[in-house]
């Protein structure tokens, strides 16, 4: 399988991902939990409301392009850039839920991004480096 589709299929798990979270998040501001005795009923009952539901699904879905991804590109180079779902995530937290970001998190968010960056220069996604 080609790189360019190897890495299509990275973005969108990592896409989904993204989203699911997301979803959770909805679906969690959705329900009440509550502490002690009831809490395991409460979980059960929030996996099955609609959005944490398809919060899960978006995750399952997600996994299935992940298992293509790992199958083809060396998991050391792979995982590393699961931190671009972080990044989206905050990205989409300020666009659906109005979360503040602080000045310091935008800094760990940049070097992330660094980071990500060396690694997808430098890393090698499939075989030895000489």
Avoid at 2 to 12: D, E, H
Avoid at 69 to 93: C, D, E, K, Q, T
Wanted: aromatic share 14%; net charge positive.
């Amino acid at each position: 399988m080609r790189s360019a589709i190897v890495a299509l299929f990275l973005m969108i798990a990592i896409g989904l991902g993204a989203l699911g979270q997301i979803s959770l998040k909805y679906g969690m501001g959705k329900v009440s939990l509550g502490l002690g005795a009831g809490m395991v009923i409460s979980v059960i009952r929030a996996v099955f409301t609609p959005y944490v539901f398809l919060g899960f699904a978006l995750y399952a879905v997600s996994s299935g392009f992940w298992l293509v991804v790992i199958s083809r590109w060396n998991l050391s180079y792979a995982y590393p850039m699961i931190a671009i779902g972080y990044v989206a995530v905050v990205f989409l937290s300020r666009l659906f839920f109005k979360e503040h970001v602080t000045p310091l998190q935008w800094i760990g968010i940049v070097l992330m991004c660094g980071g990500l960056a060396i690694v997808s220069r430098f890393g090698a996604s499939t075989g030895a480096v000489h």
